[in-house]
Structure formats: C-alpha cells, structure tokens
Nanobody, 118 residues
Framework: QVQLVESGGGLVQPGGSLSLSCAAS????????MGWYRQAPGKQRELVAT?????STHYADSVKGRFAISRGKNSVYLQMNSLKPEDTAVYYC??????????????WGQGTQVTVSS
C-alpha cells in the first residue's frame, strides 16, 4: 500500500556526520507523522526522532542537540552530527497517515545500517 525506501546509511568515524533520507510512495492522501527508529544488535527498536504534519518534533534524549529531523511532502530526513559508536544501529523510517478511502496506514522501511567506528 505505502512503501518507504531509506537511503544514506554507511560507515563513519566517531564525531562525523551522516544524513538519512526516506521517501514514501503509494496512494497517499496524507501523512500525519514520520519518524526514525533504530535497533542495535541485541536491543529493542527505539525511537530516535519524530515529526508531525504541523512540524512539531520529538527527539530521544540520547540524540538531542546532535540529530535533526525534517520532512518534505512525502519524505523525511535525519541529519546526524557528532556521531558516537553507540549510535551504531539499523535505522528504520516510519510513516503513519491515510490512503485512499481514508484507510489508515502505518508503514516501515527496510532499514539502513549506520556504523560509527574508527
């Protein structure tokens, strides 16, 4: 129904920066919120940052002041600065909203690996 495709992951040294992008496609009427989550090996998936249609944002305490989330019409971005080894994880994009006939959706991307290591 709604597909999300992430890009921009990779390997970066501690203190470096990376940008992630996520594009949503399908019969989208509206997107109420988009966000980024991450899952490190052996850990549960956790929220990184979300942004609502009105522009309000929410960040995990661990990334406040280092990461910035922004969005376009059907896309969301995550600028990651001052990266730390503990930021290493698979990052997932999420979007929630409505498709044709006002059916709601809550979709996930396939994930993109971010590795912070020297």
């Amino acid at each position: 129904q709604v597909q999300l495709v992430e890009s921009g992951g990779g390997l970066v040294q501690p203190g470096g920066s990376l940008s992630l992008s996520c594009a949503a496609s399908g019969s989208i009427l509206s997107i109420h919120a988009m966000g980024w989550y991450r899952q490190a090996p052996g850990k549960q998936r956790e929220l990184v940052a979300t942004i609502r249609s009105g522009g309000s944002t929410h960040y995990a305490d661990s990334v406040k002041g280092r990461f910035a989330i922004s969005r376009g019409k059907n896309s969301v971005y995550l600028q990651m600065n001052s990266l730390k080894p503990e930021d290493t994880a698979v990052y997932y994009c999420n979007a929630a909203g409505a498709v044709a006939y006002s059916t709601s959706f809550d979709s996930w991307g396939q994930g993109t690996q971010v590795t912070v290591s020297s």
